[in-house]
């Protein structure tokens, strides 16, 4: 018996978040062990099909460096990051739009509508959804800046009920150019800006945000950002995921939030619990936040 009331207490404390998100957009970036574990990959699913029945709308931003970061090792092709950001050179490109827009899109994809959820795999190139242009004049080779994002084809695709699973591959404006490879970091970020979507989660391997004693930090705007940059606090891979959470919460993104995707049901936890995990990004000036508030008013 107290089992069962332990599910309903549960499943009562969800009905506000689930009232709250109805009919909003959650562009969620999927990546880490979340993507590479099967067990994770399970839970993932069945996160996102929930989310589906329950009215949300999910948009899916994957990445892929490790599995790359593989291939291109067997295929001794030669790669480094800069801040964070893969340096792609040809033959890189070759490999980065064969594993993401091929092998672990189609993945997801399958793996989705296996629990349940109508998705849909597509490429930034798919009708030019992602545009980009070399990033800092050709210095990272073909890794790109995004210039522009076709959001009305991604709502069409929500409103015709499908989960869009979105590989980080961009088209180029001129013609037969390979295309570009983009941070899915940064991709999330903007496909959330151009969606207005409620949040923008990034499933990582680590528990969110660390100080340098290795403490988790809550929450966080831009002013906080920047002076864990300067002191080295924040450095590497997490620049272009902690600058993606500032860049969507000050262009039109309520909340941004890097959680803890070695944890099941991850997105769950988040979105329908009052604790939540992770790091959340919000703006301290926007009085719609309202930080100090029990967590259901910040959301």
Known sequence: MQIKN????????AIPYIKKFYGKIIVIKYGG??????????????DIALLSLVGIKPVIVHGGGARISELLKKLEIHSEFID?????????MRV???????????????LLNHHGAKAIGISGKDSSIIKAQAKDGGKFGYTGVITEINGKMITNLINEGFVPVIAPIAD????????????????ASKIA??????????????????????????SLDKSDVEAYKEDGT??????????????AI????????????????????????????????VRKDNPNNGINLEKLLND
């Open 6 to 13: 332990t599910t309903v207490e549960t499943l009562l404390e």
């Open 234 to 247: 924040i450095a590497g891979g997490m620049i272009p995921k902690v600058d993606s959470c500032i860049d």
């Open 172 to 187: 180029a404006k001129e013609p037969g150019h390979p295309g570009f490879n983009i941070n899915a970091d940064v991709a």
């Open 193 to 218: 800006i151009a969606l207005g979507a409620q949040k923008v989660l990034f499933l990582t391997d680590i528990v969110g945000v660390l100080d340098k004693d290795k403490n988790l930090l809550n």
């Open 33 to 46: 062990s979340a993507q590479t574990s099967p067990a994770l990959q399970e839970k993932f699913a069945q």
């Open 84 to 92: 964070g950001h893969r340096v792609t050179c040809a033959d890189s």
């Open 250 to 281: 000050y262009n039109g993104v309520n909340k941004a939030h890097i959680i803890d995707g070695r944890v099941e049901h991850s997105i769950i936890l988040e979105l329908f619990t009052s604790d939540g995990i992770g790091t959340q990004f």
């Open 96 to 110: 980065v739009e064969m594993v993401l827009s091929g092998e672990i899109n189609k993945n997801i994809t399958s």
